[in-house]
Nanobody
């Protein structure tokens, strides 16, 4: 079973940046498509970005050009660099495989507000 721990969230002003990290346990990490998801209050969880084992990426239209997903298979880690943040990016961010096969972690709160 893969365990997931997200970190790096916080309060940031509009236009600011944050870098999220996800640490995963388990030897199968390197073969998985990994994704970053988010859930805003009162909304369903949505996929923000994903990355294949060899580094191919996909992004939701709402974050394209602002967010960058990356991974380090040697460290069993996946990252999300978020730039030009907007208030609508406020949510709890989670990582998981795509589709989400594993137990969801606690997530990390991102709040974009002035």
């Amino acid at each position: 079973q893969v365990q997931l721990v997200e970190s790096g969230g916080g309060l940031v002003q509009p236009g600011g940046s944050l870098r999220l990290s996800c640490a995963a346990s388990g030897s199968i990490f390197s073969i998985l498509v990994m994704g970053w998801y988010r859930q805003a209050p009162g909304k369903q969880r949505e996929l923000v970005a994903d990355i294949t084992s060899n580094g191919s990426t996909n992004y939701a239209d709402s974050v394209k050009g602002r967010f960058t997903i990356s991974r380090d298979n040697a460290k069993n880690a996946v990252y999300l660099q978020m730039n030009s943040l907007k208030s609508e990016d406020t949510a709890v961010y989670y990582c998981n495989s795509r589709p989400g096969l594993f137990r969801w972690g606690q997530g990390t709160q991102v709040t974009v507000s002035s």
